[in-house]
């Protein structure tokens, strides 16, 4: 399989970590003990494979078939100059994430994932030591395909934005221990003690239509939404009567890709004021050469009639070069300002990087980052990460 298709981004292995397709032979069981759990993550584990088991049941029962799981992990250790606790350096089982599917028919399924994320030890232990990391349902929903042209999605999924929003926690389906900060990262929302968050969910539930319309060397992918938006409690009751909606198209020509993305709701996090998020993206590729580019703008009501609209524009450019049949190095160039109506928050983040794929279903990354943010104690900074990325 080329390391380079758009429609399988570089990664190890070729089962993919945001849909899930592909196969191998139906997961064995009975070799996996079963224990008595005695703490969050082991009842979280226990209830992951009581799942399982009655999946496989049903399919002995019913003919349907299960297939999977499949997961990946992702196991990092990063030192930085910014601070004594950077300066000490340390090591994160940043992710690690079962999936499956369940075929009802050949068009419905049901597709789900859970996430063991920073270690996930949610029992306090000796001498009252604090629950660490969390487990999260990271995907859950039931889809049916009428046809290529449309597919009917409901439930929860990553919200589709961007190049990589939807595969946002799929470590082995891109090169970088870090995704553009410009884009996928938290952000302060409104200068005035807004939370820091992203400019758009990165979790959404609810509706989703998508599908694919060919012609000859042409394709277009689609993904309307209408969603919960983003509040304290988004996956159970929404904070408004207004839904987030959103919208994504990729067309592809030859070895390009241009992309386009839309988010837009009423943020619970910050006073019901509106919020949208725009979003461009370019990929080209030449031999060994690829080109990867996004740019973002986002606008925030202010909540109050004195003051303006808040607007943060932020984008980055990738080149990466191809070498050895297995080797990626990469430079990028990420820069973002969260709020134009004020100065001191300029952010820049310079990228220097290698991926490995050493194996045929693991991949090692290292990366150097060089960052200057202008409303952090330390300016500027060095970041430097090495990790595992697994594929199984």
């Known amino acids: 399989m080329n390391r380079w298709s758009f429609h399988q981004p570089a990664r190890p292995g070729p089962y993919h970590p945001v849909t899930g397709e592909g196969r191998r032979p139906v997961f064995s069981f009975w070799s996996l003990p079963l224990w008595n759990p005695t ?31 499949h997961g990946f992990l992702t196991l990092e250790a990063e030192i930085s100059n910014r601070d004594s606790v950077g300066r000490r350096g340390t090591f994160d089982l940043h992710h690690f994430n079962i999936f499956g599917n369940y075929l009802i028919n050949s068009k419905a399924r049901v597709f789900g994932e859970i996430e063991w994320e920073h270690g996930a030890d949610l029992e306090p232990g000796e001498n009252n030591k604090p629950a660490a990391g969390f487990v999260r349902l990271e995907r859950a929903w039931f889809e049916y395909r009428f046809s290529n042209y449309v597919t009917l999605r409901l439930g929860k999924f990553l919200t589709p934005y961007g190049i990589y929003n939807e595969i946002h926690d799929a470590a082995p389906a891109y090169d970088t221990s870090i995704l553009p900060e410009s884009l ?21 539930i609810g509706v ?6 060919e012609r000859k060397d042409a394709q277009l992918q689609y993904q309307l939404f209408l969603v919960n938006g983003r509040g304290k409690n988004p996956f159970e009751q929404d904070d408004n009567s207004d839904k987030g909606i959103g919208l994504r198209l990729l067309g592809e020509f030859q ?42 703008h986002t606008r925030l009501g202010s909540g109050s009639t004195s003051l303006p609209t ?22 990028r160039y990420d820069v973002i300002d969260p709020d134009n109506r004020f100065g001191g928050d300029f952010q820049r983040d310079i990228v220097i990087g290698t991926s490995v794929q050493f194996i045929k279903d693991a991949l090692v990354k290292g990366e150097v980052h060089f960052w200057h943010q202008e409303d952090a104690p330390r300016k500027d900074f060095v970041l430097a990460i090495a990790s595992l990325a697994v594929v199984f």
């Open 310 to 331: 808040q607007v943060a524009n932020g984008g980055y450019v990738e080149f990466a070069y191809y070498l050895f049949s297995k080797q990626t190095v990469l430079i």
């Open 39 to 69: 703490s969050l993550s082991q009842r979280a584990t226990h209830l992951w494979r009581i799942l399982l088991l009655c999946l496989c049941l049903i399919q002995i029962g019913t003919g349907q078939e299960f297939i999977g799981p």
């Open 208 to 213: 989703q239509l998508l599908g694919t319309l």
């Open 184 to 204: 996928y990262g938290k952000h302060p929302n409104n200068s005035f003690g807004g939370e820091r968050q992203r400019f758009y969910a990165k979790f959404s």
């Open 255 to 296: 070895r390009v890709k241009v992309g386009y993305s839309l988010y837009t709701d009423r943020n619970g996090l910050f006073r019901n004021t509106r919020q949208t998020s725009h979003a461009v993206d370019l990929r080209l590729e030449f031999n060994h050469w690829r080109l990867n580019s996004e740019f973002a």
